[in-house]
């Protein structure tokens, strides 16, 4: 008999054996317990250190733990409708910044006929993109696509298509995670994992089937773009009116973990982690390379303090106003640099916002503005609502 034999007998052992005694104690009258005397009075319940014994496991819960219990159970079995209409909208309060001398300012963009809800900040919404024929775009908790058209007037105004998709929502055959868009308004929407999808006006050209598949993000004009996936090799993708190919790019970059890829003229800027050459430990950095993959210069601190040019992860890069502008929602900032990569500063934005505790999934640079989403909680728990901000000074 070998060891797993024994090992394995023995359990059938120890299971037989403490059935037959759980069946014992279970024919067994219960034990009169001796009362415990505490003059002047006895307690009614005694308090759980009064030397008795603990009570058996299915043994009732104490009244005072009741109520909780009762409660947590009504509040877990109220319908999504009910915790929305028990919730109370966010209205939350701008305030200007500054970074160098520049006066940063946001404008909290309205909903017309829309409420921007989900279960939580993070999936409020999964990415958005602006086209310059006045729609915005935005993936929601369900990796669908929404489309608001801007409002005529000074305000930001967003106003919801209904009509679009089915019943105001286009829903695709895989869930949507990342949203790009090139300069002739065409939509570039990522699943990630599987294949993604080429829009004009709302309506799916084609699936870009390239292999390897990842998240897509095209060139201005659109005749290329490159495709990546995490620990994945970047691809370079050329985009036709009929579908899409993918080539093995030839950079050769050390980043570890790519989080973020965007385009500023001829420069591809990849951000992620990169290894600290003889140790174990990796900074957050973004690499700007040429068409041919060779790398032109990177920034990020390597600072161990997440002040300054720090960052706990690249969310978003863009072409901005003052140069490269980068989203990090992990610690609630917008960090620019230069388009030599020389550090400018930073933009608190939850401060920027008024927000407290916000998640900022996507970002996107429109002329001298800046649109970008955000998510709170409300007080209500699994109720989140979701932002969109025109930023102007960036």
Known sequence: MNRWTKLLVCVLVVAVAMAACK??????????????????TPPETPPAD???????????????????EVAAEAEAEATWEELVASSKPLTPTVAPQKLGDKDITAEVCAFEGFELLGESTMDVMNALAVTSDGKLYIVDAEGALLRFAFKEGDACVLVYDA??????????????ETLNVDANNKLYASNG??????????????????????????????????????????????????????????????????????????LALLGGSVKVEGTDKSNNLVLAFNREGKEQFRFGSTAESIEDGTLCWVHGISACAGGIC????????MVVWSDKGEFVGKVNLSALFGLDYPWYPDFQVVGDVMYVGAGQAREVRDVAQGFVYRVRGL
């Open 23 to 40: 069946k014992k104690k279970e024919e067994e009258p219960a034990p009169t317990p001796t009362p415990v005397v505490t003059p002047p």
């Open 50 to 68: 009064a030397g008795a014994e603990p009570a058996p496991a299915d043994a009732a819960e104490p009244v005072e733990a009741a109520e909780p």
């Open 163 to 176: 009509a679009f998709g089915e019943s105001g929502k286009l829903k695709l055959e895989r869930e949507i």
């Open 193 to 266: 994992i599987f294949e993604a999808y080429r829009l004009t006006d709302g309506a799916v050209d084609y699936k870009c089937e390239a292999d390897p598949s990842g998240y897509i993000v095209p060139f201005p004009d659109g005749t290329m773009g490159v495709n990546y996936w995490s620990h994945a090799d970047v691809a370079k993708i050329a985009f036709t009116d009929t579908g899409c190919t993918a080539e093995k790019w030839a950079v050769e970059s050390p980043i570890e973990m790519l989080q973020s890829a965007a385009f500023m003229g001829d």
């Open 326 to 333: 980068v989203l990090d929602s992990n610690c609630r900032k």
